[in-house]
């Protein structure tokens, strides 16, 4: 059973009652920075309350293993636009430990686009146009080389501003506890 049903009752009630009224904001991040961080549901809300961060202050960029797989993809836009049109002056890259992009079986993933009902037909066209699954679904060996990895592709972007710092962290995903990866000099 779908959970849009009970999605929209609540949201309903929570229009109604104008709980929306304690997260108004703007589209600027007040604390100018934008956040590449992993789509973990441990960060949801411990990432912002260990960084004392409110609703406002910082754009957050969510994805698998906070981790730009290409120079020209839609995470890379998305911190090129929180720089050039938001405002952000600053972009931290954070990563955690026991992300399931670590060591992520890629082989036994699409294994399983079968199972869902995927042709191996679309796979195979897919891999002959040149998106190697391989590639296209990789993880890393640590959060660590999986966050420096990010730091570098975002400040070596021929579109990325040279006067911007990038920085890199780990976060524990039960403490909140963070980890200096990469600092920028420019801090």
Partial sequence: MSIVPQLLEFNKKFVAEKQYESYLTDKFPDKKVAILTCMDTRLVELLPKALNLKNGDAKFIKNAGAILTQPFGSAMRSILVAVYELGAQEVLVIGHHGCGMTNLDTK??????????????????????GIRMEKFLRGFSSAEEGVNHSVQMIRKHPLFPKDVPVHGFVIDPVTGELEVTMLDDRV
């Fill in 108 to 129: 036994g993933m699409i294994s399983k686009f079968p199972e869902r009902g995927i042709d191996p037909l679309a796979i195979e066209t897919l891999e002959n146009a």
